[in-house]
């Protein structure tokens, strides 16, 4: 087991009360991302926790499957969905490499709050495109946290730089901008058609790009 996979299983059980504080960008990112979906979609929710934004936007799409490297955050989310008889929704612990997962088999992949985590984003960001279907989606928000944070936000941060010099969490927290982020899908086939700021505490930068094949050096329209 990873450090990463260890550190999510540890506060998987509280995880959903640390969300709460952030609900205003929770409730934005989930506005936005409604006006992308199909009733017959078919998702992937990379990273998907305990499961709570598949749970909200379930009733738009036909079926999201959600994955997550954290045993105990999919037991999480099982269980909630078991609370909630939601039956379109399924888990399973896993990474985007997972061989049950083919290409070109999903209509949206969805990674809300992780791309600033991963130890190599454009190697994700690849990975989704091949999981695409030609014309899919990848929705996304990421923490820009070198752009404007509130006082306490900024502690926190400063708390948690701290914890990675002495081991105690995972060495993978990438601190972008809102350019940074952009960067990621210079030359790719996923063009951006969409990206919006939110702030509440920290500056959270909404993305969706679309999937176009045969097509280099893509631009992306402005906020």
């Known amino acids: 087991m990873t450090r990463a996979e260890k550190f999510w299983d540890r506060i998987a059980d509280s995880y959903d009360q640390t969300e709460d504080r952030f609900e205003t960008l929770h409730v934005q990112a989930m506005e936005h991302t409604k006006k992308h979906l199909q009733a017959g979609h078919v998702v992937l929710d990379y990273g998907c926790a305990t499961g709570g934004k598949a749970f909200e936007l379930a009733g738009h799409v036909q079926h999201i499957q959600g994955i ?48 600033h985590v991963l130890p190599d984003a454009r190697q994700a960001l690849r990975r989704i495109a091949e999981l695409l279907k030609p014309g899919g989606l990848f929705i996304s928000t990421t923490p820009c946290l070198r752009e404007k944070q509130a006082l306490a ?8 730089l701290a914890l990675i010099v002495v081991r105690l969490v995972p060495n993978i927290l990438t601190r972008f ?43 992306h329209n402005a906020h």
């Open 68 to 115: 997550d490297i954290s045993s105990n955050m999919i037991a999480g989310a099982q269980r909630n969905a078991a609370a909630r008889n939601i039956q379109n929704v399924t888990f399973a612990q896993a990474t985007l490499f997972d061989e049950r997962y083919a290409d070109e088999s999903f209509d949206v992949v969805m990674a809300f709050n992780i791309l």
């Open 153 to 160: 936000s900024r502690l926190q941060l400063s708390v948690y």
């Open 177 to 219: 901008t809102f350019a940074d982020v952009d960067a990621l899908f210079a030359g790719g086939s996923l063009q951006v058609i969409e990206t919006r700021v939110f702030y509440h505490q920290v500056s959270s930068y909404f993305v969706v790009a679309q999937k176009i094949q045969g097509t280099e050096n893509l631009a």
